[in-house]
């Protein structure tokens, strides 16, 4: 597995793992089955994880813990914190609001050290920013983590442009994350750019649009009733169909290329920055294992315009999010 860099300290796979749909938002999850991918990603080469306080909630971070402890100096471990939690409730529910406070940030930092087990976090992300508290007292708070030893990077999620700035003046910021795939690029019009100057990783979440763009969902009905997708604007029934017909094309063209519809996207979204280090989620091996092979594919450039076109969001039906959890982003 080939590396990259996420700022200037953190030199972590190309292909990370995204870990929260082992154990949140995606329907029933098997421990056993999860922490057997987690220790066969280590076996793949993969070094990078990333969870949060709020999958679970808390679960996930309990679950790494258990699954990681004897590799632990050979791993790079992400969590984030910054949600207003509610436990016991259905996972449309668990999110109550925001919290960026700088006790919160101390508080479910060293909760966090607790549930994985370890005595650091290696990146420590605000999960959304919080419009009630300046961006400079929520990273000067991670900062004083750093300083301490407890953590040892900082990253934001989600943030705009000018947060990303006031952030990184602050303290270095070593990565943000935010959605980014062949139907969602709201992260060109000026993170990366931003990221580039700054010199800080990007690192995109859901790389394969929900599971979308594999090809594997074709109707609402193949999403479980306890599944989160089936809120989101891009699956429901009057979406779905012509999302599916776009999806067709991307499988004819992985098709000739002899790879899957999910490694070329996977691969279409490493092609864009040398400093993009995704988190495609996977809780099955099989998955798993083509995801990590997507980091060896090579496309042209041909190859990507034709991609990017193919499955450009002005062709894809339904936002990303609804309106309320869209107004949580880029701020």
Not at 11 to 31: I, Q
Not at 277 to 283: C, K, L, M, S
Request: charged letters at 25%; glycine letters at 8%; aromatic letters at 6%.
């Amino acid at each position: 597995m080939k590396t990259r860099k996420l700022g200037t300290d953190l030199t972590v796979s190309a292909v990370g793992l995204g870990c929260m749909g082992m154990s949140f938002a995606y329907g029933a999850s098997n421990e056993a089955e999860s922490i057997r991918t987690l220790h066969r990603a280590v076996d793949l080469g993969i070094t990078f994880f990333d969870t949060a306080e709020v999958y679970g909630p808390y679960e996930n971070e309990i679950l790494l813990g258990k699954a990681l402890r004897d590799v632990r100096g050979k791993v790079t471990i992400a969590t984030k914190f910054g949600f207003r939690i509610a436990t016991g409730k259905p996972v449309s529910e668990t999110i109550t609001g925001i919290d960026g406070r700088p006790e919160n940030a101390r508080a479910v930092a060293e909760a966090s050290l607790k549930r994985l087990g370890t005595d650091v976090i290696d990146l420590y992300y605000q999960h959304r920013v919080d419009p009630a508290v300046p961006i400079e007292e929520t990273v000067g708070a991670m900062a004083e983590l750093v300083r301490e030893g407890k953590v040892r990077t900082l990253g934001l999620s989600e943030a705009s442009a000018a947060t990303i700035r006031r952030a990184h003046a602050v303290h270095p910021i070593a990565a943000v994350q935010s959605e980014y795939s062949l139907w969602t690029r709201d992260p060109e019009d000026e993170v990366l750019e931003t990221c580039r100057e700054l010199g800080i990783g990007f690192v995109p979440y859901s790389p394969l649009g929900r599971g979308m763009l594999t090809g594997a969902i074709q109707k609402l009905d193949d999403l479980g009733e306890d599944d989160f997708r089936r809120s989101l604007p891009r699956f429901q029934a009057d979406n779905i169909d012509a999302n599916t017909a776009l999806v067709e094309k991307l499988q004819k063209i992985a098709a000739g290329k002899g790879v899957t519809a999910a490694q070329l996207a996977l691969a279409w979204v490493l092609h864009q920055v040398d400093f993009i280090v995704p988190i495609p989620g996977a809780r099955k091996l099989a998955h798993l294992e083509q995801n990590a092979a997507a980091a060896a594919i090579v496309l042209s450039a041909e190859e990507l315009a034709t991609l990017g076109d193919a499955l450009s969001p002005v062709r894809v039906s339904g936002k990303r999010y609804t309106e309320a959890s869209l107004a949580l982003t880029n701020r």
